[in-house]
């Protein structure tokens, strides 16, 4: 391994970061086509919230929350240029229609994400989806991966308790500190009640012993607080981390060089000190965000590119392009999933309408590519080969 001290900060030079997104393309989704092990399903449990995150574009909403939708086709969701949201959280009968959907899959694998809103706040479906996934006839002993994203607030050592028998991994949206959730705002809550839940959940989580990661995200704002994030997951006990930047905002030229420098000294900190800690950055090997190439059913069964969920309230033409059909008329989960070429075409399409729209979107795309570019040029000047150190 290379002297540590010797290795200062690269940025990547522009057309540097335009090849690189333009092999990415190419190579396509990991986890789309003939090679892919793994097909992959996630579930929009509810569309309610214990918070309102700055960085958050998902269409989160009250009202409905509780009532069971029917499940069926909402004609006045599409009926408008800018398509709505449906009313409601999703139903125990739609929830086992799309875990059947999944097991009609090819697939050697599957897996399956607890999505929404927050699903703790719809926890009797999230344990009926666990179980009848793990227990389904088609399943046929493939393994299953069960992933479940969650904001910690409504976490209890009886719940985590309750699903360790199914090997879920649990990926926590946690942002640090006090000062570090100042994205993360109390909505049903007091903010101050949301942090302390969140903090709170750590222990419970730690003295569970299930395996769980921290996933945090950094809007542009806080582009140069990658290293802050990273000490304090290490001093709070977090076993494992994944760093994100924020997609769907802007990120100016000295915010997206403040994030790669961060980023960069972050991974050459956990390279001198890599022992007791999973620094999943990396792997690296997702899709360039803020394409993605995983499926994800909605509350009222439509399915869509998971894209047209994140970005509902940021990019909400895209619902239309990114729809792949409904549950109600979908037999084969086979070819639900486009490639990363099929979505830039859809993406360019629902967004022609507004080029500074695109923009925003490309530029999202370019700095996940200067990401993999960081990520691949610091383990090469290390020496380091596979997943990266302690892997």
């Known amino acids: ?35 892919a092990q793994m097909d992959r399903l996630m579930m929009m449990l509810t569309r309610s919230c214990d918070l309102r995150c700055a960085y958050c574009f998902v269409g989160l909403s009250e009202d409905g929350y509780g009532e069971a939708h029917d499940g069926h086709a909402d004609p006045t969701v599409f009926a408008q240029a800018t398509p709505g949201m449906p009313r409601g959280d999703m139903s125990s009968e739609t929830l086992r ?15 399956l994400q607890m999505f929404g809103g927050e699903p703790t706040r719809r926890w009797e ?15 046929r002993a493939r393994p299953i991966e069960l992933l479940f994203t969650t904001n910690g607030v409504n976490l209890t050592a009886e719940r985590i308790e309750r699903l360790k028998p199914y090997s879920v991994l649990w990926q926590f949206s946690l942002d640090g500190d006090e000062r570090g959730s100042r994205f993360r705002r109390g909505h049903l809550l007091p903010h101050d009640t949301a942090v302390d839940r969140m903090q709170n959940s750590i222990r419970v989580l730690n003295e569970s012993g299930v395996r769980w990661f921290m996933n945090s995200t950094l809007p542009p704002a806080a ?19 994944q760093m994100n930047y924020a997609t769907g905002m802007t990120w100016s030229d000295a915010q997206s060089d403040a994030y790669l420098i961060g980023l960069q000294e972050m991974l050459l900190d956990h390279a001198k000190r890599p022992d007791g800690f999973d620094l999943f950055n990396w792997r690296n090997n997702a899709d360039p965000a803020p394409l993605c190439a ?6 009222d069964g439509t399915l869509y590119q998971c894209g047209a969920i994140f970005h509902e309230r940021r990019f909400p033409e895209l ?37 500074d729209e695109l923009r925003v979107f490309e530029e999202g795309m370019r700095l996940g590519a200067a990401v993999d570019l960081v990520v691949q040029v610091t383990k090469r000047r290390l020496g380091i080969q596979g997943g990266g150190p302690g892997m």
């Not at 001290?5 to 190419?26: F, G, K, N, W, Y």
């Not at 607080?225 to 981390?241: D, H, I, L, Q, S």
Request: proline content about 6%; hydrophobic content about 40%; overall charge negative.
């Open 97 to 111: 229609r799309a875990i059947d959907l999944l097991m009609r899959s090819e697939r050697p694998e599957l897996g």
């Open 223 to 241: 582009g140069g607080e990658v290293m802050t994030r990273y000490r304090w997951a290490r001093e709070a006990g977090v076993p494992a981390m």
């Open 294 to 299: 995983d499926v994800i059913c909605d509350v």
């Open 1 to 35: 391994m290379s002297n540590l001290t010797d290795l200062s900060p690269v940025i990547p030079r522009p057309e540097h970061v335009d090849r690189r997104l333009a092999q990415l393309m190419r190579r396509g989704s990991a986890n789309v086509g003939q090679s």
């Open 125 to 139: 479906q999230v344990v009926e989806l666990i179980e009848y996934a793990w227990n389904h006839p088609d399943r």
């Open 319 to 355: 619902k239309k392009v990114y729809r792949r059909g409904h549950l109600d008329d979908t037999p084969a989960f086979g070819g639900l999933r486009l490639t990363l070429d099929e979505l830039w075409a859809a993406t360019e399409a629902g967004l022609a309408y507004d080029a």
